[in-house]
């Protein structure tokens, strides 16, 4: 299996431009989310998904749009960039029967600069 | 989401044993304890979780309060990649909220 990927790892933006983050898992896990991490902090969520069609939004989705219509493919919408984008986005995946004790499991990453 | 306060920072000298600790004191009955780790440039990875008991895995322990308003990661014997930020975190439903997590450095 090769868990969950993310691309690209790298992008830099001009502000306003619009660009999709990639996300997919072969897990089968019904629930995906997206968090950002900005430069010494820990991880705040974006939206999750517990299942295709079923998007939520978390602690910080301004800015942002998702959608999900398979259960492998959870992608992240950025419609007009700005510069309090820049931060290293994660996507993370698990099972959602038994939520409380199911690990997650991360992605590599994606570093994305908008100037 | 129930709170945790752990240590900003600690260190550890290479081989030696490290007591992470992390306090709960609003934690809910159904909340699970779950530890993750994030290595430099990476996404964080899952430690280990528990409930009431304390429980072990090939990574670390985790020792529960008896009260479950506290908790402490144990890593046996540290090695220069258990070198990263752990973050506690309480789990009631699918999701994760982070915290800043203990900036963990491990001496040679």
């Known amino acids: 299996n090769a868990g969950v990927t993310q691309t690209p790892k790298f992008q830099v933006l001009k502000t306003g431009q619009s660009m999709t983050l990639q996300c997919a898992q072969d897990?089968?896990?019904?629930?995906m989310s997206w968090y950002r991490q900005d430069p010494g902090m820990g991880l705040r969520l974006i939206h999750y998904s517990v299942g295709a069609g079923i998007t939520d939004q978390g602690e910080v989705p301004n800015g942002y749009n998702v959608s999900r219509s398979t259960t492998e493919d959870f992608p992240l919408r950025l419609l007009s960039a700005a510069p309090s984008q820049t931060s290293v986005y994660f996507c993370?995946?698990?099972?959602?029967?038994?939520?409380?004790?199911?690990?997650?499991?991360f992605g590599p990453g994606t570093r994305l600069t908008v100037l | 989401d129930a709170k945790t306060t752990q240590p900003n920072s600690m260190e550890s000298n290479e081989e030696e044993p490290v007591h992470l600790p992390c306090n709960h004191s609003t934690i809910s009955g159904t909340d699970y304890i779950h530890w993750y780790r994030q290595l430099p440039s990476q996404g964080p990875e899952y430690v280990i979780h528990g409930l009431t008991s304390n429980v072990n895995n090939r990574m670390a322990s985790l020792a529960i309060a008896e009260d479950r308003k506290s908790s402490t990661l144990i890593l046996h014997r540290a090695t220069l990649r258990d070198a990263a930020v752990y973050y506690c975190?309480?789990?009631?439903?699918?999701?994760?909220?982070f915290g800043e997590g203990t900036q963990l450095t491990v001496n040679p």
């Open positions: 993370a995946s698990s099972w959602v029967s038994g939520s409380s004790y199911n690990e997650q499991f």
């Open positions: 897990m089968n896990h019904e629930y």
């Open positions: 975190i309480l789990k009631g439903g699918s999701r994760l909220t």
